[in-house]
């Protein structure tokens, strides 16, 4: 059974930084490529970041560029996404997903197969 559990969500001020973490079981890491979602209240579930499975590609979000990172550590079957220069449009339920496809400049919900619960991200003004 494959299950992905996302942590380290939280409040925090504008400018201020969070790093997500996200493990996954029942799977073989390194064969999926993972990424991240979030979803404000009233809006669509949209990308965020994503990775290739040996951690050498990633795409942002274009919202997102020059202030998000996103990393994978293959031996703890775990990635991460360390999120600088924060605003309040941040704000949002974050989800992580493990899937088969990765696009090289597009963050895809639909390529993605396997879901966490999600973390919530409070940016305060």
């Known amino acids: 059974q494959v299950q992905v559990v996302e942590s380290g969500g939280g409040l925090v001020q504008a400018g201020g930084s969070l790093r997500l973490s996200c493990t996954a079981s029942?799977?073989?890491?390194?064969?999926?490529?993972m990424g991240w979602f979030r979803q404000a209240p009233g809006k669509e579930r949209e990308g965020v970041s994503c990775?290739?499975?040996?951690?050498?590609?990633?795409s942002y979000a274009d919202s997102v560029k020059g202030r998000f990172t996103i990393s994978r550590d293959n031996a703890k079957n775990t990635l991460y996404l360390q999120m600088n220069s924060l605003k309040p449009e941040d704000t949002a339920m974050y989800y992580c997903?493990?899937?088969?496809?990765?696009?090289?400049?597009?963050?895809?919900?639909?390529?993605?197969?396997?879901w966490g619960q999600g973390t919530q991200v409070t940016v305060s003004s």
């Open positions: 997903a493990a899937g088969r496809i990765f696009r090289p400049g597009a963050v895809e919900p639909g390529d993605f197969g396997y």
């Open positions: 990775i290739s499975w040996g951690g050498d590609r990633t």
């Open positions: 029942g799977l073989t890491f390194d064969d999926y490529a």
